[in-house]
């Protein structure tokens, strides 16, 4: 094994433990339990998983567990705060409120009645260091369902959605329909960092993956689904901790090695969306699927991730428009 093989393969044992942490947030997990997953000793684990995420795996774990929190704290408004706080893995409503306080300056209470909206628009517009964000973000592919400024547009004066319901019909066209997803397996390939406007990084990516899945007969499927999953909020998550993975569909029993992970994508009820629009017209499809189908639906969303699933090649369309179904995890209101 090469020197890039070797860093592949350290990537996809830590990916398996991103993975494990995504599926078992409510739960306590001990450094002996993830280093095993990992297949590294305890002693190692820590250094190696700091090395290749940027952050310890206590920090980790505790980030994506407010962050998880935070989301949920707007998108389940009828949800109790000790309901969310046990949810996301806290042993006591008071470790969280102060795990909480300690990380947006704020309560949970203060957010959830508004303090987010002062959050994720300084979170966009100024980073850690003081810098701007790029404007690139507004430009394909979209960075997260999970936008807490689309949420804020559902609590918004009668008027200013009906206003903006205008605007949005004027700029894209949707299709949505609520049905049952069945589990899904994928082979995947993640990204964590910056990706927002960034059309290179994910040809990129998926260039790499359709190398891999070629040779092994997996693009001739018959079913074959090709979808983008985003596991954090860019109005919440630092820029450079942000997680994409791009995946396609495999059978269960398939083999994955180096970069390529596997993983699960959960099934169950899901608001489909269906767009054909142009490459900057992503941002668009999500805010009307957030600010305009969602609020009168009878629907809010569930806490399973959402995805983007491609049903074309641009490039075979005769204007090269994107035909994509944004799919949003739904329970009933």
């Keep these: 094994m090469n020197g890039i093989n070797r860093h592949s393969e350290y990537k996809s044992r830590i990916n398996r433990v991103i993975d494990y942490i995504d599926s078992n947030i409510d739960k306590y997990m001990t450094l002996n339990e993830l280093a095993n997953i990992a297949n ?4 190692h684990f820590h250094r190696i998983f700091k090395a290749i995420v940027g952050e310890t795996i206590n920090n980790f774990i505790q980030r994506v567990r407010i962050e998880r929190a935070a989301m949920m704290l707007v998108s389940n408004p009828k949800k109790s705060i000790t309901e969310i706080a ?3 893995g806290f042993s006591s ?7 909480f306080k300690e990380y947006f300056k704020m309560s949970a209470s203060q957010w959830r009645n508004g303090g987010y909206r002062k959050y994720s628009n300084l979170n966009q517009t100024v980073s850690k260091n003081g810098k701007k964000d790029s404007n690139q973000g507004k430009e394909y592919p979209r960075s997260s369902c999970y936008d807490l400024n689309a949420a804020a547009n559902t609590r918004s004066k009668e008027d200013q959605l009906n206003k903006r319901s205008d605007e949005m019909k004027n700029e894209v066209k949707a299709k949505v329909e609520v049905r049952k997803f069945p589990e899904m397996t994928v082979a995947y ?3 964590i960092g910056p990706y927002q406007g960034d059309v290179r990084l994910f040809e990129r990516l998926w260039n790499k993956l359709m190398k891999w899945a070629g040779p092994r007969e997996l693009l001739s499927q018959k079913d074959l689904k090709c979808l983008c999953l985003y596991h954090d ?7 450079d901790k942000l ?3 791009v995946c396609i569909s495999v059978p269960e029993n398939t083999s994955v090695d180096g970069e390529i992970g596997k993983m699960k994508v959960e099934g169950g009820k899901y608001a489909a969306g269906y767009f054909e629009i142009d490459p900057d017209q992503y941002q668009q499809a999500w805010d009307y699927m957030f600010g305009q189908w969602l609020p009168p639906s009878g629907y809010q969303p569930d806490d399973r991730a959402c995805f ?4 074309n090649n641009p490039e075979e369309h005769p204007q090269h428009k994107h035909q994509v179904e944004i799919c949003i995890p739904v329970k009933p209101l």
Excluded at 40 to 43: E, T
Excluded at 233 to 239: F, G, K, R, S, V
Excluded at 308 to 311: K, Q, R, S, V
């Design 243 to 245: 997680r994409v993975s």
């Design 233 to 239: 909020d860019p109005n919440i998550t630092e820029q």
């Design 40 to 43: 590294f000793s305890p002693y």
């Design 93 to 99: 409503s008071a470790s969280f409120a102060r795990a």
């Design 308 to 311: 983007e699933m491609f049903l």
């Design 189 to 191: 390939i993640r990204h």
């Design 86 to 88: 046990f949810d996301t």
